[in-house]
């Protein structure tokens, strides 16, 4: 791509702490010995320059932490709603959609926002490096990555459990350099990121870090964005289903920088996240107010992951407790977390697409099912000004007439592999 681009000027602090630091190279976490948390980007441009929408998600490139432009991307886009909220007799609800909706201007070929980390993450990488970057994913992360990573040449090991297989698909086939394994069927996101953990402990591969990667937080943290230069000030509300709550954490931390810049408010949006019943650790450690997650014994959750359609909010260690994650998040905004059923969330992606036109995922539909709660209990003020996070959608539009290429694992391993196979296996791959 021949945009003019200059490498984003930043730091990183810790939140633990306070200390400032250079990023020396692929920083997940603070120098030192302390404590677990995490650490933030500081950037150079105190005030938020939007550049032309030619950058696609780069045209929010002053608060990304990255080195480079990369071909393909597209930023989310944010409209102000008549369908939906005029149902809800709301007078200012705002969708910030993130997928594939080529009429409103989003062109995410992924469907996701999963888009916006992998965009940033891969941005942030230094192209002289020549490890292999690993992704855990419950689906739509490893969509993201494996099309981004595929399209600009950068290797990539992707681990997903076996049943999440049906979510990679793509309209074209992917390079050689992206490399899939699974683990085995009646797995889920952990047994996933503990095969993950297992790569990284080998010579050449490269942990992306998750929730730990400012790069993967601050390119979600663009939905923000998108919001408040659309809207000219910062939300009230913010609405968005989580299965790590890293977007949450992200928006909180967009939040911050924006009120910092001065030009949108000073308010901290109310953060109203959600979670698909009966899998919700993350709604019973904050209804006790616990900074720590209660104990959820392994093959119960298991069992909840298989009964909630919104796979992709499954996470059983989620970056909560830690200091900079979703609990102080939630402390600093006051905000909540609510959860909604699957028959909640499919009657709401029904009323979505009835009313704004187009399908969206099951993740968006419980934030969306959230919502539509919160009003019929009036606990919305109806002049509110609310950010709905769609964070998936047009798939259907996508796939019309599309003929889809799905991935196959390279290697399909038991729940918790020998170490020393694992690694004889792994190493053939690249």
């Not at 076996?162 to 992917?174: I, R």
């Not at 009313?355 to 919305?380: C, F, M, R, W, Y």
Request: charged fraction near 25%.
């Amino acid at each position: 791509m021949n945009l003019p681009f200059e490498k984003t000027e930043y730091r990183l602090q810790s939140v633990r702490s306070g200390k400032v630091f250079d990023d020396s190279g692929w920083m997940l976490d603070a120098p030192g010995k302390e404590e677990p948390g995490l650490i933030r980007a500081i950037y150079a441009s105190k005030k938020l320059s939007v550049k032309d929408e030619a950058y696609g998600i780069y045209k929010f490139a002053d608060w990304l932490p990255v080195q480079k432009v990369l071909s393909g991307s597209s930023a989310p886009i944010t409209y102000k709603s008549n369908g939906l909220a005029k149902v809800l007799n709301l007078n200012n609800l705002y969708i910030t959609f993130s997928g594939y909706w080529p009429e409103k201007g989003a062109e995410m070929k992924t469907c996701s926002f999963k888009e916006t980390e992998a965009y940033s993450v891969c941005a942030r990488l230094d192209s002289s490096q020549k490890r292999i970057l690993v992704v855990a994913s419950a689906g739509n992360t490893a969509r993201s990555f494996a099309r981004v990573c595929s399209d600009n040449n950068i290797p990539l090991l992707i681990c997903v459990p076996e049943d999440s297989l049906d979510a990679l698909w793509f309209d074209e086939p992917l390079n050689e350099n992206v490399k899939l394994i699974v683990s085995r069927s009646g797995g889920d996101y952990f047994d996933a990121i503990h095969l993950s953990n297992l790569a990284c402990k080998m010579d050449g591969f490269l942990p992306e870090g998750g929730a730990k990667n400012v790069a993967r937080r601050d390119g979600m943290g663009t939905t923000v964005l998108s919001a408040a230069t659309e809207i000219g000030r910062i939300p009230d509300y913010y609405f968005q289903a989580v299965g790590s709550g890293t977007g949450a954490i992200a928006a909180w931390e967009a939040n911050l920088r924006l009120i910092e810049d001065g030009s949108y408010g000073q308010q901290k949006m109310k953060l109203m996240v959600s979670q698909n019943l009966p899998f919700q650790p993350i709604a019973d450690a904050w209804k006790t107010k616990s900074r720590d997650l209660l104990p959820l014994d392994n093959n119960l959750a298991r069992k909840q992951v298989e009964e909630i359609n919104a796979k992709v909010l499954s996470n059983r260690k989620p970056p909560y407790g830690l200091r900079g994650g979703l609990f102080d998040a939630l402390m600093d905004t006051e905000g909540e977390v609510l959860v909604a059923s699957n028959d909640e969330a499919l009657d709401a992606a029904r009323l979505f697409e009835k009313t704004e036109g187009v399908d969206i995922h099951p993740a968006a539909a419980i934030a969306t099912a959230s919502l539509i709660n919160e009003v019929n209990a009036q606990k919305i003020n109806k002049d509110a000004v609310i950010m709905l996070n769609i964070t998936g959608g047009g798939e259907d539009l996508f796939r019309k007439d599309k003929v889809l290429y799905y991935v196959k694992p390279e290697i399909v391993f038991d729940i918790d592999p020998d170490f020393e196979e694992f690694k004889e296996k792994v190493s053939g791959l690249f």
